[in-house]
């Protein structure tokens, strides 16, 4: 369920606290958003996520963070250079052709 999934995310706290907060975070392949959801929680507020099913992005618990429904390796292209301080993406490189996990890493 989703609060379990946000539970395991604790792990990453050592990691958010460095971030600048004022930097955009893109979360590609967001899902139902618990990442999102983390950090909002946590004070970021200039965050959005980028998925390809507008069904599973639904499930977002607040409604002012922005859900692009695109796909994320396209969306990323457009973002000005160094204007992303995190780009994270769980559970969807699964999901994708080699070449576009080349793409996306690129």
């Keep these: 369920d989703k609060e379990s999934v946000k539970k395991k995310l604790f ?4 990691i958010i606290e460095k971030l ?3 930097k955009k975070i893109i979360d590609i392949g967001c899902g ?3 990442f999102l959801e983390f950090l909002y929680e946590n004070g970021f507020k200039n965050i959005c ?3 390809i ?4 992005t639904k499930e977002l618990k ?3 963070i922005t859900v692009y429904i695109e796909d994320g390796v396209e969306f990323l292209k457009k973002q ?7 780009i994270s993406s769980f559970h969807m490189v699964e999901h994708i052709d080699f070449e576009k996990v080349i793409e996306l890493i690129k």
């Design 53 to 56: 099913n507008e069904e599973m």
């Design 80 to 86: 000005p250079a160094k204007s992303v301080g995190l």
């Design 32 to 34: 139902r958003g618990e």
């Design 20 to 22: 600048d907060k004022n």
């Design 49 to 51: 996520g980028v998925d």
């Design 11 to 14: 792990a990453y706290i050592p």
């Design 62 to 64: 607040y409604k002012d």
